[in-house]
């Protein structure tokens, strides 16, 4: 029996299929994590600091996909390493934004609400301008007021 597997480069993000003999061990590769901290976030890169050698890196847009709507200056995430180079982050479960952008207070059950990444959202009506709300990084929901 034959098994296909997709596998993504974790240096260039091509993807890449190979064939394998059912029972064929295969060595994941050498990723090793740590805690990074976000020095400043832009439309098309985010800049991180690696508190364990002082140094800085440096993820495009393209590379954190939708992961840039939840990051915001000074947050500590996961980040993932391959050798000495930083090739993506994992993020929280939940992270705390402020709501820098919504209609006054509602008697609706949900209005659209700009959060100070620029992600928008759905909020609750009673959710106002200044507001900091904890949002769910997998969904991209609102979860409750901070």
Not at 112 to 132: C, K, M, Q, W, Y
Request: with cysteine; aromatic share 6%; glycine share 8%.
């Amino acid at each position: 029996m034959l098994c296909l597997l997709c596998e993504q480069s974790l240096t260039k993000g091509t993807i890449i299929e190979k064939t394998f003999r059912a029972g064929t061990t295969i060595t994941p590769a050498p990723v090793k994590k740590s805690n990074v901290q976000v020095v400043f976030c832009t439309e098309d890169k985010c800049v991180f600091h690696n508190p364990d050698d002082n140094t800085r890196h440096t993820l495009l847009a393209k590379e954190l996909g939708g992961k840039l709507d939840f990051l915001t200056a000074d947050q500590v995430v996961t980040g993932l390493w391959w050798g000495d180079k930083l090739i993506d982050i994992e993020l929280p479960p939940t992270v705390e934004l402020e709501v820098v952008d919504t209609d006054p207070p509602m008697k609706t059950n949900s209005k659209p609400a700009t959060l100070e990444t620029g992600l928008t959202l759905s909020v609750p009506g009673f959710v106002v301008n200044g507001d900091r709300i904890v949002v769910n990084t997998s969904g991209g929901h609102y979860v409750s007021r901070a």
